[in-house]
Each structure stands twice: as C-alpha cells, then as structure tokens.
C-alpha cells in the first residue's frame, strides 16, 4: 500500500488548509486510518483517527475542535480539515494506515504504512 499526502502550505494563524491522503489500494475501505505530525526536535505525534467505514473519529486533545478528519471510501482518500491553526500546528504531517483496526490509534507503533509526509508551516 502506497500512501500520498498532500496540501501543505504556508498559511497565517487563525487560517485554514486542508490535507489529503491517496492511497493505492483496492482495499483501503478496510484499513483504519491516522494522521501523525512531527516538529523539529519533537517526537511523531498523534493527531486524529478514523475507522474503516468513518463510523468513529478520535482527536488529540491539542486539534479537538479545530481540525476534522474523514475518508471517502470510493475515491481511496482520507481528509484532514484544519481550521483556526496556530503557530504550534507547523510539522510535517503523515497519513498511516493500519490494516488490522487495532485499539491503539493513537499509537504510531500500530500503523503499518506511511505517507512521505508534507509540510505545514503557521506563520504568527
């Protein structure tokens, strides 16, 4: 499974953009999906999830609110809205995939496949 995001940007704070993840699979509808960032010198981290079929979203608590995640199962896709960023919202973001819907969404561990990430820069 190859997996390909983009919609990066530079945008001001309070501003939106929004990201998306291609995926190259017949089988994407069966895959629970994940969107990580990572800052300079920070650890990847967490930033939202969605099952197979979109029936249940899962946020950290640093997005809850501003940023909205979804797929669309026909188009191979999966979405990250992102509203209101902030300054501390800059890294870049990956999309992942985890064939086996495990409980640990919010784990990178569970993930089996990765995106090449794309920048997102908040200016103040």
């Known amino acids: 499974v190859q997996l390909q995001a983009s919609g990066g940007g530079l945008v001001q704070a309070g501003g939106s953009l929004r990201l998306s993840c291609g995926a190259s699979t017949d089988d994407f509808g069966s895959y629970q999906m994940g969107w990580f960032r990572q800052a300079p010198g920070k650890e990847r981290e967490f930033v939202a999830a969605?099952?197979?079929?979109?029936?249940?979203?899962k946020y950290a608590n640093s997005v809850k609110g501003r940023f909205t995640i979804s797929r669309d199962n026909y188009k191979n896709t999966l979405l990250l809205e992102m509203n209101n960023l902030k300054t501390e919202d800059t890294a870049v973001y990956y999309c992942?995939?985890?064939?086996?819907?495990?409980?640990?969404?919010?784990?990178?561990?569970?993930?089996?496949?990765w995106g090449q990430g794309t920048q997102v820069t908040v200016s103040s």
């Open positions: 969605i099952d197979w079929r979109g029936a249940w979203t």
């Open positions: 992942a995939a985890d064939p086996y819907s495990g409980s640990y969404y919010a784990d990178a561990e569970a993930y089996t496949y």
